[in-house]
């Protein structure tokens, strides 16, 4: 039998991104497709989604909901690979320019809450049949603003007497939650009991991710050693105690790499191609991107590459506390991200303390995290806590190292060049153990050192190339979920 499966999110690539969720969320779906499940998305109507699907045509008129009048659902296609896209029309709520989350002044929309409580309805509508031509077996509800579908299906359960489909949330980042104040609950159109300890309630707010975690029938988060991490009480943000209620219900699954995007073979926003066969290009794309950003065009320069969101969580702190220690030993660093004014002053501060060493670049540009990703010797993820991690994995696919902290996603998927893992052939990167300066600073000496050694650095790269983390074998572990799910449901 064909699994349907319905994945509810606020952002896909290439329509709209501002971190890994979006990778993602576009690209689970065509991997889905690939291995014969009948995937479609749920998304709201972004003005930059609209604009980057084909065929757009109408589905359903849903009414009134959330004080907006006339919300619609339309369905529209995303090439290349033709996968169905659902968009949620209210135009009061989505048709706003820049960043989904945020208005110009980098504060959340004070309408969050509906936004999202919209989002998680009228996928819960379709879900329910409002698509008289399809619908899914599986809702699948992705981080904090698709958190309330999986309790509108629980309420319409209860209204209607049907069975509802099940689902299933995966928890993409566990420190946003989509908190809001205890007094918005009326304006969500849940049952009244819903307000509790088992439900959305969360120390007397209400939490969106928090509804997710309690009412959907599965839990997934994107990799094995993050989902332990999250039932602890250090990692579990506050909904440790839930988590491990549920543990029996969660899984990690470790998210892929889309080879489509992200390949140095084929990869058209990188100055040459290269493969570990035809390795040349590498050294190009390195002078290139030098050249790009205004760094000194030396070769032999170790240069260590960041492509990041700028926050807490992503550990820039602690790479700035380490900065002397490369550009001391001749390395150079080239940053690109956007976030916290702090982090980007300290930055900046930096690039202008070491012209010809240090160069940052603050902003979103897809192409330039390409060149970053392909130019650089060395990917540092230096996060305090990363639930799996998208530019490490990058970073292997492309013959640049990984420098990363021992946490999460990171954990899985970097293999450090100690001298047992190289003379066993395993290492692909540098790994430290404890988020402090020695620790950071002993890999970065690591990585020099190993620079020197010619011959087993290329074997490290050769290995870091080698790996695979695309799409398939998560794909398959997301479907096994939905295949359980519904032999439950069957029995
Ligand atoms: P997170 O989702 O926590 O931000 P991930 O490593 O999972 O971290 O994914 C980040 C994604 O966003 C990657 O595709 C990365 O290349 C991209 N990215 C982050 N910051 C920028 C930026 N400033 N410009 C372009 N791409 C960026
Ligand atoms: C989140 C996490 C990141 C993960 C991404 C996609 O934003 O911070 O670690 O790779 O989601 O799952």
């Not at 994945?7 to 890994?20: D, F, N, Q, R, S």
């Not at 332990?228 to 899984?251: K, N, P, Y």
């Not at 240069?303 to 900065?323: C, H, N, P």
Request: glycine content about 8%; charged content about 20%; proline content about 5%.
């Amino acid at each position: 039998m064909t699994v349907c499966v319905l994945h509810v999110a606020a952002e896909m690539y290439p329509l709209l991104k501002t971190g890994g969720l979006a990778d993602v969320v576009g690209a689970l779906p065509p991997a889905q497709t690939q291995l014969g499940t009948n995937a479609r998305v749920i998304l709201p109507a972004f003005p930059s989604v609209v604009a980057g699907l084909t065929q757009i045509e109408p589905v359903a008129e849903l009414g009134w909901a959330f004080g907006i009048d006339n919300v619609r659902l339309e369905r529209g296609l995303l090439e290349p690979h033709g996968i169905v896209v659902y968009v949620v029309r209210a135009d009061a709520f989505y048709d706003r320019p820049g960043n989904p989350y945020l208005d110009s002044s980098h504060t959340q929309y004070a309408d969050s809450d509906r936004r999202f409580a919209l989002l998680g309805w009228a996928a819960a509508r379709l879900a329910t049949g409002a698509d008289p031509a399809w619908k899914p077996d599986v809702l699948h509800a992705h981080d904090w603003h698709a958190g309330l579908a999986p309790a509108y299906l629980r309420a319409r359960e209860r209204e209607t007497g049907v069975a509802r489909v099940p689902s299933v949330t995966t928890v993409h980042n566990l420190a946003y939650q989509g908190v809001f104040p205890a007094a918005e609950f009326g304006v969500l159109q849940l049952p009244a009991d819903f307000f509790s300890v088992d439900g959305v309630e969360f120390y007397g707010h209400l939490s969106f991710l928090k509804a997710g975690l309690f009412y959907a029938d599965r839990i997934t988060t994107v990799s094995p050693t993050y989902a332990r991490e999250i039932q602890t009480h250090a990692q579990g943000a506050g909904l440790d105690g839930l988590l491990r209620t549920r543990t029996h219900d969660i899984s990690g699954i470790l998210n892929g790499v889309d080879k489509s995007v992200w390949n140095p073979a084929t990869d058209t926003a990188i100055h040459t191609q290269y493969s570990i066969a035809k390795f040349t290009g590498k050294a190009k794309c390195k002078a290139a991107l030098q050249e790009r950003v205004g760094l000194a065009r030396e070769p032999n320069a170790l240069l260590f590459g960041v492509v990041s969101r700028l926050t807490e969580q992503k550990g820039i702190d602690l790479l700035l506390s380490a900065l002397p220690d490369i550009v001391q030993r001749g390395g150079q660093l080239v940053v690109l991200g956007t976030g916290d004014p702090a982090l980007e002053n300290g930055l900046k501060k930096a690039a202008l303390a070491h012209p010809h060493a240090v160069a940052v670049e603050l902003g979103f540009d897809e192409t330039l995290s390409h060149s970053i990703i392909a130019g650089s010797d060395i990917v540092m993820v230096p996060s305090r806590f990363e639930p799996c991690g998208l530019t490490q994995l990058y970073a292997l696919a492309y013959g640049s190292l990984p420098l990363v902290h021992c946490v999460g996603g990171l954990a899985d998927t970097v293999v450090d060049a100690s001298l047992e893992n190289l003379a066993d052939e395993l290492a692909t990167g540098f790994v430290f153990e404890k988020f402090d300066r020695p620790s950071i600073v002993a890999a970065i000496r690591r990585a020099f050192a190993l620079k020197q050694r010619r011959l087993e650095w290329k074997a490290v790269v050769r290995r870091a190339m080698e790996q695979d983390f695309g799409w398939e074998a998560s794909a398959l572990r997301y479907v096994d979920v939905y295949r359980e799910l519904i032999a439950t449901r069957a029995q």
